[in-house]
């Protein structure tokens, strides 16, 4: 009985860490310095207020022209537009980078502020800095490469990425 036990605790533990299942790599569109994608982004809702959470990578060339990925890219977003109390998560967001700035920040590990920049939801128009294609609203504003604000006192911050080839 208890190996009958353990062993069907084993299957329910290797059910539950099976690695989800492989995500094909985004299209890079023509022009684009590069695409954000953010995973596994968790929300968090009060009265007047919600928040998201969540860790990506960015699919970008490196200096030889070969495809690359940088990871791990941090995000936080955020609105005053929150209805009730819960948390959960919600579907990956996706970002087509345009601007040279930001492509060097996001690889520099600097944070990025998205009301310093040209962020468009349609389609990409010759001023855009980056087109959120998927999972952020209009009114939901972000951070990538968010700093703890302990840190920042101290002048702690985030290190280069490794653009790692593909």
């Excluded at 948390?87 to 502020?113: H, N, P, W």
Aim: proline share 4%.
């Amino acid at each position: 009985m208890h190996t009958l036990i353990v062993i069907l605790w084993g299957v329910v533990l290797s059910l539950f860490a099976m690695s989800a299942p492989a995500r094909s790599l985004p299209t890079i569109p023509s022009g684009a310095h590069g695409v954000l994608t953010i995973t596994s982004v968790k929300v968090g809702s009060l009265p007047f207020l919600h928040g998201l959470k969540g860790e990506g990578r960015y699919l970008t060339y490196n200096a030889q022209g070969k495809l690359c990925q940088a990871a791990p890219v941090k995000l936080i977003a955020g609105a005053k537009t929150g209805d009730r109390i819960g948390f959960g998560e919600r579907e990956d967001i996706e970002m087509v980078v345009y601007s040279e700035v930001i492509s060097k920040r996001l690889l520099a590990g600097q944070k990025t502020v998205s009301i310093d920049f040209n962020i468009d939801y349609q389609m990409h128009n010759p001023r855009t800095d980056i087109q959120i294609t998927q999972g952020l609203l209009r009114e939901e504003g972000f951070i990538l490469h968010p700093h703890k604000a302990w840190s920042s006192w101290f002048g702690v911050h985030s290190n280069a990425l490794k653009c790692e080839t593909i």
